[in-house]
């Protein structure tokens, strides 16, 4: 069984601080992701590794960078925090040219700026 | 521009009744769509439509891709009150490196 694990589940921060998301996986795959989720705006992509130190940019990679020193673990950084990334960060992991496609997903980190 | 849309956004059936979700796309050298059931949490995967006309089923879930028209749906029958959740369409470029969500229906059935 794939196993994605994020750092926290819930985590609530100041406008302004720096703030750390981190990605775990198991299974050796090479492509990671970081979307946001938002009622009625579904999973929005802000950044994309498809391989470690490899990355590119999403369609809202404004606010946000990425880390990713080693293949199976993927961070998602907020240099400076505001009220507007108070979100549902969701990572994602999954191997191209793999069968079925599918991305596996972590637990998800309910992120609240205040 | 690449998209997936998904209708309705939301709906509210009663247990027993037969729901049906859509998903539209218009996504360039499409693949494959798939679909995903999220509850509380993460995100899991339903089932994945390459080809067209055949239909893909797991209880009483089943799922049905027509690449002419550029659609999926989803269908629930029977539905319980276990099946409340999120389902999210999505379609992945060719190479699998971006996958371009829905915004999700929101299905809640009441007792």
């Known amino acids: 069984d794939v196993k994605v694990t994020q750092s926290s589940r819930y985590l609530v921060k100041r406008t302004g601080e720096k703030v750390f998301l981190e990605c775990v996986q198991d299974m050796d795959h090479e492509n990671m992701f970081w979307y946001r989720q938002d009622p009625g705006l579904g999973l929005r992509l802000i950044y994309f590794s498809y391989d470690v130190k490899m990355k590119e940019k999403g369609d809202i990679p404004e606010g946000y960078s990425v880390s990713r020193e080693k293949k199976e673990r993927f961070s998602l950084i907020l240099e400076s925090a505001s009220t507007n990334q108070t979100s549902m960060y969701l990572c994602a992991t999954q191997t191209p040219g793999q069968g079925s496609g599918e991305q596996f997903f972590g637990p998800g980190t309910r992120l609240t700026v205040l | 521009e690449d998209k997936v849309v998904q209708s309705p956004l939301s709906l509210v059936v009663h247990e027993g009744d037969t729901v049906t979700l859509n998903c539209s796309y218009e996504v360039t050298n499409f693949r494959s769509l798939l679909w995903y059931k999220q509850e509380k949490k993460a995100p899991t995967f339903l089932f994945m439509l390459?080809?067209?006309?055949i239909e893909k089923k797991s209880g009483r879930l089943s799922s049905i891709l027509d690449k002419k028209e550029l659609f999926s749906i989803l269908n629930i029958t029977a539905t319980q009150t276990g099946d409340s959740a999120i389902y999210l369409c999505?379609?992945?470029?060719?190479?699998?490196?971006?996958?371009?969500f829905g915004s999700g229906t929101k299905l809640n059935v009441k007792p």
């Open positions: 999505a379609v992945p470029t060719y190479n699998f490196n971006k996958f371009y």
């Open positions: 390459t080809s067209s006309g």
